[in-house]
């Protein structure tokens, strides 16, 4: 099983869970180049909508076009979103906020305002205390991606870093990984009720390269990859 495999399993994981929520219209923020997300739900005769970065590579535009998915282009991590036409019952933040520059409080509190009351906010995103990067820290290894030698310069690096100095995120892109508490903190600080908190192993296979991943998982179910929580608005 390769890295597109698992990113098809974890995706398809996500648009079950945000069917079960049975929204009228799905608003995911930073949907990345792929699209899978947002293009899955479409398939599954969702109604559903996108708005990524301003800056974001043409190639997080091309499945849009394609595909005929509403996208618009905001800053939303900061918590714009006067660009939406629509009224969304449910957005939706997938393997996104470890990508933030800035508080993900600036988005939350947006979030919970232009939701309708019932209206959900659906959450994925690494697990910080993942199998995978406990083994890697108890070695002595980077947890995260390492810090390159060459930092490019970006439209990121334009845009908000007045020095005009590559930065180290530029190329470092998880910013924060964080721990299930950490995300429940974040919705209940913010208004939500949390409807729904787990951590996820999308591979429980037993095959020879999960076995041992699997085994630990089932101990201790904070070692899984994917932290999944889902927030209603009261």
């Known amino acids: 099983m390769d890295h597109h495999d698992h990113n098809r399993i974890r995706v398809a994981n996500n648009v079950a869970d945000l069917i079960g929520l049975d929204a009228a219209c799905y608003a995911e923020l930073g949907p990345g180049p792929g699209g899978g997300l947002a293009i899955m739900l479409k398939e599954k005769g969702r109604h559903v909508i996108a708005v990524e970065s301003p800056w974001a590579a043409d190639v997080n535009k091309a499945w849009a076009r394609e595909t005929g998915v509403p996208i618009y282009f905001e800053d939303f991590f900061v918590g714009d979103l006067s660009v939406i036409k629509e009224k969304v019952d449910c957005f939706v933040i997938a393997h996104c906020i470890a990508h933030f520059r800035f508080s993900p409080y600036l988005l939350f509190q947006q979030l919970y305002d232009r939701l309708p009351s019932g209206g959900h906010l659906f959450l994925s995103t690494v697990n910080a205390t993942a199998y995978e990067r406990v083994v890697e820290f108890m070695k002595g290894r980077p947890v995260v991606e390492k ?88």
Do not use: C
Not at 148 to 157: E, P
Not at 168 to 191: C, L, N, P
């Open 147 to 234: 810090v390159r030698k060459g930092v490019q310069q970006t439209a990121v690096t334009r845009t908000w870093n007045h020095t005009e100095l590559p930065l180290i995120w530029d190329d470092w892109m998880h910013v924060k990984e964080y721990t299930r508490a950490e995300i429940e903190e974040i919705f209940t600080q913010s208004g939500f009720h949390i409807v729904r908190s787990l951590h996820r192993n999308n591979f429980p296979g037993w095959r020879r390269a999960f076995w041992k991943k699997n085994l630990a998982i089932k101990l201790f179910p904070h070692l899984a990859d994917e932290v999944i929580v889902i927030g209603r608005k009261p």
